[in-house]
Structures are given as structure tokens and as C-alpha cells.
């Protein structure tokens, strides 16, 4: 093999491992979280242990955040008929943006029997992205209405994340544009706009010397000429 044709496949064998790197590089981190829950209810204070999963889908500019408890949380002392518990909740932002997201859900669609733990359904937000980078996502207060009482719960274990998302701001990078008199976006420049201009430079160079080369021949030739 040639040095030329050599280098050539290295240098893309190099490009299609950086592709290979690029592509496995994780977007999302998903953990199942235990979640220690001081509940204030109607009837006292309770406690309970759930495992929570958090899970984020691309959606639009944004993400669906759905948030799943694994095991019930309080209960109540008497049945709840159809409809009549709606729970919702907040979920903690960390990382490179902060805040919180409420997420919410449908009431319950079966009668839960008094005295057993409360089933919570899925509930789910839309988050969209402030901030460009690594953005966690935290349990934190779940809140359930029924028969016109509300009852809170807290976590009291300062549990970790239960999702991390790699995400972009909307508009890139979450930079600050540039804007002209009349209030348009001027086109915002990157390696590829350098690598364009400084291309496009060069071409102006090589053209300028090539004519200066001839200018200089022909100036030559029409010396000798006279002579």
C-alpha cells in the first residue's frame, strides 16, 4: 500500500472509531431510587419506603418526564370509590438547570380499600430544557386529594437522582445571539463556518498569487521583447 492511499485509510478508520465512540455515548442514565415518604395525612402521620422510576422521552423541543412508583404510599381509612383520589407530585431539577417540574396524573380508576396502601398511577410533565448539559431528575413532594382532604408526602432521605438527561437548550447551545438594527438574528458561526471561511481565504490567496505569477511572466517576456 501506498504512503498516500495508507494514510487515507487510517485516517478514516480513525474518523469511523470516533463515530463508534460518539453514537454509544449514553443520553440518558435511569436508576430506580428508594424514596423514604413522611406522609402528613387527615388521620396523622405516616411513613413509607417506595422505589421510584423516573424515564425521559424526546418529545418536540422537550421531554416527557413520567414518574412511577413501585410500591403504594399511605393509605386510607375508608375505600376510595373510582375517581375519587388525584395524586401529583413534583420532581427536582439539579445539574446544569434548576427548579422543579410538577408532574400529574388520572384518578384512580378502581376502588382502593380502606387501610391498604395507595397505588399511585404514572404521572408525567413536560420538561423543556433552559440550560444545555446534564440535567438530573429528583423525587420530591407527591401530593393526594380525596374526599376533599389533602395529604403530603416528603422525602426524608435525601435520595439521589433517578434520571440524568444530556440535554440542549432550545436555540443550541444556550448561548447568547447577536442581534442587528433591524432586530434579525445574525447567523452565528462554528468550527465548520471557519473552516468554510478560512477555505474560501485561501482560494483568494492561491488566486492572487497565481495572478500575480503571471503578471510578473508576462512583464518578464515583454522585457525581453524590447530588448
Not at 188 to 210: E, N, R
Request: with cysteine; aromatic share 4%; hydrophobic share 35%.
Amino acid at each position: 500500500m501506498s504512503y498516500p492511499k495508507r494514510t487515507v485509510a487510517l485516517v478514516s478508520a480513525g474518523a469511523l472509531a470516533g463515530a463508534v465512540v460518539v453514537l454509544s455515548a449514553p443520553l440518558a442514565q435511569a436508576e430506580v431510587v428508594n424514596v423514604n415518604y413522611a406522609c402528613k395525612t387527615p388521620i396523622g402521620d405516616k411513613s413509607a419506603v417506595s422505589p421510584i422510576d423516573i424515564k425521559g422521552v424526546k418529545s418536540g423541543s422537550g421531554y416527557k418526564i413520567t414518574m412511577s412508583w413501585q410500591k403504594g404510599v399511605s393509605s386510607s381509612p375508608v375505600d376510595l370509590g373510582k375517581g375519587a383520589m388525584n395524586p401529583s407530585a413534583t420532581v427536582k431539577l439539579g445539574g446544569a438547570d434548576n427548579g422543579t417540574l410538577t408532574v400529574t396524573g388520572p384518578a384512580n380508576q378502581a376502588v382502593v380499600p380502606a387501610n391498604t396502601p395507595i397505588k399511585i398511577n404514572d404521572l408525567t410533565g413536560t420538561y423543556t430544557p433552559k440550560k444545555t448539559g446534564k440535567v438530573t431528575f429528583t423525587a420530591g413532594v407527591l401530593t393526594i386529594k380525596a374526599l376533599g382532604t389533602t395529604t403530603t408526602c416528603t422525602p426524608t432521605n435525601s435520595p439521589g437522582p433517578s434520571l440524568t438527561l444530556d440535554v440542549t437548550a432550545a436555540g443550541g447551545s444556550g448561548g447568547t445571539t447577536t442581534e442587528n438594527d433591524t432586530g434579525a438574528e445574525l447567523p452565528q458561526t462554528g468550527p465548520a463556518d471557519s473552516a468554510i471561511a478560512l477555505g474560501t481565504l485561501g482560494g483568494t490567496v492561491l488566486l492572487a498569487g497565481a495572478a500575480g505569477a503571471l503578471w510578473l511572466s508576462r512583464r518578464h517576456q515583454t522585457g525581453r521583447v524590447r530588448h
